[in-house]
């Protein structure tokens, strides 16, 4: 039976994934990646969970790739980074990206290489002041991966992103929020309350209309205007159709918050 490296804990209605090889940064390996998988099926079945941080142990968020477990070779005896990606890191990223509930990277401290581009593939990205992000495969004679090219130009726009992957820069957890990397940067002392409270009020939401909301997001990035509006028409009478929206629309008459059911 392989170790331990990941703790999933829950506060009513969120689940937080704690990723959870400290010593080591919390660097990825094919068990820690083979349970992440695991616990994030498990949670996207489970309909009490509506909110799902992923955040690390110790003094790091994660520090990517573990440089130290054995990669496999191909037949002429290279290191093959293919089956890795294949079989862990490009999964991962489809199911974070395609994921149906609210997802928050918490970063803790820094999150390098592969991780940072995990972190990207959440949702929201909260952080603390102390933390980084830093694109470092550049460092190692690498390209990055785990989806790194596709998301970081959408989100920084594509000059930005090419300074910061081809330098390996490391960006302060301040620089990443004024670049639309992180959106809320914590003080390192008000980091775990922080995130708990976001977390807590993101999980009283409409979860039907968040899970809605990002497919619709999802979907944009491959549509034109035309197909878009027609997406936002059909997502928008399902939401429409929903117990949230009565209730919404009630409590806005009664002047009362609303309390969402998420159906
Ligand atoms: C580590 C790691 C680590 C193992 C710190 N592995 N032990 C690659 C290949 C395969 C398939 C798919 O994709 C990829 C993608 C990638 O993610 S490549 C990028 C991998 N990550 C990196 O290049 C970052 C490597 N780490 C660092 O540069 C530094 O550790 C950072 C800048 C993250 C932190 O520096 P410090 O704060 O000075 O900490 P440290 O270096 O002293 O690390 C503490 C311990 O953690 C240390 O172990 P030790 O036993 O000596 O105390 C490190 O060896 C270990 N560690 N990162 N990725």
């Not at 090219?149 to 300074?163: C, D, E, K």
């Not at 999980?203 to 197909?227: M, Q």
Request: glycine letters at 8%.
């Amino acid at each position: 039976m392989s170790e331990t490296t990941l703790r999933t804990e829950r506060a009513g209605a969120v689940a937080r994934l704690v990723l959870a090889r400290p010593g080591k940064l919390n660097a990825l390996t094919a068990n820690l990646h083979a349970e992440l998988r695991s616990a994030l099926e498990s949670l996207a079945a489970d309909d009490e969970v509506r909110v799902v941080v992923l955040t690390g142990e110790g003094r790091a968020f994660s520090a990517g790739q573990d440089l130290t477990e054995t990669l496999p070779r191909d037949e002429q005896g290279r290191i093959d980074l293919g089956p890795p990606l294949a079989r862990d890191y490009n999964p991962l990223l489809l199911q974070l990206v395609d994921f149906a509930k609210v997802t928050i990277a918490a970063l803790n401290g820094p999150a390098v290489g592969a991780s940072m581009n995990i972190a990207l593939a959440c949702d929201i990205v909260l952080a603390a002041r102390s933390a980084y992000l830093q694109e470092a495969f550049v460092h190692i004679g690498l390209i990055p991966d785990a989806g790194g090219t596709w998301l970081l130009p959408r989100i920084v726009g594509p000059r930005l992103a090419s300074a910061l992957m081809l330098t390996g820069d490391r960006i302060p957890a301040e620089e990443a929020k004024s670049m639309g990397l992180v959106y809320r940067v914590f003080e390192d002392a008000e980091f775990e309350s922080g995130v708990a409270d976001f977390a807590r009020v993101l999980s009283e939401g409409p979860a039907l209309a968040h899970r809605l909301t990002k497919r619709a997001l999802r979907e944009s990035l491959g549509n034109e205007l035309e197909a878009q509006l027609d997406l936002e028409t059909s997502l928008q009478r399902e939401a429409g159709f929903s117990m949230d929206f009565a209730e919404g629309l009630k409590a806005f008459r009664d002047k009362r918050s609303p309390r969402f059911a998420g159906r």
